[in-house]
Structure formats: C-alpha cells, structure tokens
C-alpha cells in the first residue's frame, strides 16, 4: 500500500471484508509489521480521522525534542506512536462477516512521511 508524504488515515475495512468472506467464524488479525505506524478502529468520514491525526499532532509534535533524529525533522515521534495506536488489531468474525459496530471502521494510521509504502497483514484464525 503506497501511502504518499504526508500523515495519512486509510480506510481498509473493505479490504478486510473481502478478506474473511466466505471464511464462516474466527478472528480476523491485521497487523502492519513497521515501526512507525498503527491500526486504529475508528470512525471515519465524519471527521474523526481527521481529528484522530490533529491529536496525534497535539500529543507528539512533529519538531526536535525526539532522540531518534534519523529521517525528516520531528521524524522521531513516528517511532513513539505505535505506543498510543499499537501496530495491530483482532475483529471477531461470524459467518464471514466482520463484527464490527455501525460506524467502526478498520484504518492504518501512517504519520511517517518519510516511508511512502507500507505492508498490512491480513491472518484469519477460524474458530
């Protein structure tokens, strides 16, 4: 998944959807194997993405308090944030359908604008 230079929120649930349809019950586990990004279950389009990656700015700045000074300028907070939205997620699944709420969402939060392409790990464990 290319994700471009700039923090980014995107949406993968359909994505997951046709990933465990058909699959009948289990957990659906999506992981993204970098040090810089997470999976957050949000809702999305109404603004909350929006406001998800305003907060993620207003807790961890993007300027030169970090230690780790490798990448761009404030590229150090990219390695903090898998603390606050960790690299992973498990659904529950039931006759192929994710289980999730009326607005949730499934979404990869990438705020590392020095790495444009990122993996996602999609793994279902049947039930």
């Not at 230690?67 to 529950?92: N, Y």
């Not at 006759?95 to 709420?101: C, P, V």
């Amino acid at each position: 998944m290319r994700t471009g230079g700039v923090p980014v929120v995107v949406d993968l649930t359909d994505d997951c959807a046709d990933f465990v349809r058909g699959e009948g019950d289990g957990l659906l586990h999506v992981f993204v194997p970098h040090a810089t990004a997470g999976i957050a279950i949000i809702e999305t389009g109404s603004g909350s993405d929006e406001d998800l990656l305003a907060q993620i700015d207003a807790l961890l700045p993007r300027d030169d308090r970090w230690r780790h000074r490798h990448g761009s300028p404030g590229h150090g907070r990219d390695h903090v944030l898998p603390a606050f939205v960790p690299p992973h997620a498990s659904i529950p699944v039931l006759e192929g359908y994710l289980q999730l709420g009326t607005w949730q969402r499934i979404c990869l939060v990438d705020t590392n604008t020095d790495n444009h392409q990122r993996h996602v790990r999609f793994s279902f464990l049947a039930g």
